[in-house]
């Protein structure tokens, strides 16, 4: 973890062990904040996002054990090591009784130092990733918003809590609608990346000059348009995550490139001849069979294999039905909420519906029908008439030849209403030849004779 650029607060009121401490701990990777008393280190914590604070437990007229204290109304989670040339029992047990990580005396070994360094930053990481993972019952792309009654979702979501600390590349398919992206903002969000950025990208939305600018940025003057040099989704997502959603439709020229990242941690912005290094955790997601693409030449077999590292099929919605009600349950909270309306629950009848419906939109599908069902009652309760399947569409809607056959035989009724049936008036207000006018008086069976008494 040395190498990573965590920030690490120094306080002792011996500028030379200030220096000392310093110096090693920047050669060591970290990043070094110093303070003498008490109010620099305070004044520090809040103007800077420290990582861990190392405290004399003498400073000048303070003691390190109840600055740690006051520290920590400010940051509750920061870990702090003290140190101390009075190494008793006592106050080891104190000053880990108040809140400190640990205790080391002095004089101190550098080694043993560093490896408690890198055990606290350890822990605080773990500890993030569980504050990560209570917080995501309560935001939009959470584990609560991941219904999981069934088994298949149960176990998908615990995989997730398992590769979530990782920084392996995931690999997710299934259908359009499955949740792909929840999931993969779900392990952002459970990672150590959690606070840099989450950035995501469609493959099939962007033809390969524009996915490849997308990707890795250019310079100014890289090509027609350019006017200014612009960072890639690669550069913005340094120290985050990277989503590549529907990766099966990046060309082959853009995959050649992206594999050249994955393998050298750096790439080169169009029309620049200095490369970038970049970490960021890979995610993709697809809803074809990729190794069949591979197959069939249109997708590079050396990328499958550096992407299908950490592999998570999604199943459609059809195989969890069981997750239906609670779905449904879920998204009437949601939409009742955005629309301020008290919608209470879904009629049996209603909800079978829901059921026995085989979902090729998945959940997206499910929940753009739940939310037209809000939007169209008016009582508390959803019923079977607000829900409107693709299917009762389908047999609600004429195909075009039955509504232009419809409008013909009404505008030649309304026509003959006007000339009281006269039908060289009616095909000259039509603007039809009146042997023409005929046909279609004969192909819809209507009789001029018929309207010469309708007033």
């Known amino acids: ?26 050669s060591a990777g970290y990043e070094v904040i110093t303070a003498i008393n008490g109010d620099e280190a ?8 420290v990582d861990l604070a190392i405290i004399d437990q003498k400073l000048e007229n303070e003691d390190g054990i109840e600055l ?35 205790y080391i005396t002095k004089p101190f070994d550098p080694k043993n130092l560093l490896m408690h360094i890198d055990k606290a930053l350890e822990s605080r990481r773990l500890t993030f990733e569980l504050e990560n993972l209570r917080q995501l019952l309560h935001q939009e792309y959470s584990f609560s918003n991941i219904v999981a009654k069934s088994e298949k979702m149960r176990e998908i979501l615990k995989l997730v809590s398992q590769i979530a600390p990782t920084d392996s590349t995931v690999f997710i398919h299934g259908e359009s609608g499955t949740g792909k992206e929840l999931i993969a903002k779900a392990i952002h969000l459970a990672s150590h990346r959690s606070k840099a950025p989450f950035v995501a990208i469609n493959c ?32 913005r997502a340094h120290k985050g995550t990277i989503f590549l959603d529907e990766i099966g439709d990046m060309s082959l020229s853009v995959q050649a490139k992206f594999l050249r990242v994955l393998q ?16 960021v955790r890979i995610i993709v997601a697809t809803n074809k069979d990729l190794w069949k693409e591979v197959e069939q030449g249109n997708f590079r077999r050396d990328l499958f294999y550096r992407i299908h590292v950490i592999p998570i099929h999604l199943p459609p919605l059809r195989e969890r039905r069981e997750d239906i009600p609670l779905l ?43 939310e037209y069902a809000i939007v169209m009652t008016e009582s508390e309760i959803i019923g079977e008439e607000h829900i409107i399947l693709p299917e009762d569409v389908d ?16 505008y030649l009724r ?19 030849y009146r042997a023409d006018f005929y046909k279609l008086l004969r192909k819809y069976n209507l009789d001029p004779k018929s309207f010469k008494e309708v007033h």
């Open 42 to 49: 305070k004044k520090a914590v809040k103007e800077n996002s």
């Open 264 to 279: 050298e941690k750096k790439f080169y912005p169009l029309g620049s001849e200095h490369p970038i290094e970049v970490d």
């Open 68 to 102: 740690m204290q006051e520290i920590h109304l400010i940051v509750p989670e920061l870990p702090v090591i003290i140190l101390t040339a009075y190494g008793t029992i006592d106050s080891a047990v104190e000053a880990i009784k108040k809140g400190a990580y640990t």
């Open 395 to 410: 047999s609600k809607v004429k195909t075009f030849k039955e509504a232009k056959a419809e409008f013909e035989k009404n």
């Open 328 to 370: 449904v349950d879920h998204f009437i909270k949601k939409y009742s909420k955005k629309m301020s309306k008290k919608i209470k629950k879904i009629d049996p009848k209603a909800l079978k519906k829901l059921m026995l419906y085989d979902w090729p939109g998945n959940i997206r599908e499910l929940e753009n029908v739940v």
């Open 204 to 235: 099939a939305a962007l033809p390969e000059t524009l996915l490849e600018s997308e990707l890795f940025g250019y310079e100014k003057g890289a090509f027609t348009g350019a006017i200014k040099s612009t960072k890639g989704i690669f550069s």
């Open 1 to 26: 973890m040395n190498g990573e650029r965590f920030k690490i607060l120094v306080v002792d009121d011996d500028r030379s062990i200030l220096t000392v401490l310093s110096m090693r701990l920047e």
């Open 414 to 432: 309304t026509v003959l209403k006007i000339t009281r049936g006269n039908v060289s008036q009616a095909a000259a207000l039509a603007g039809k």
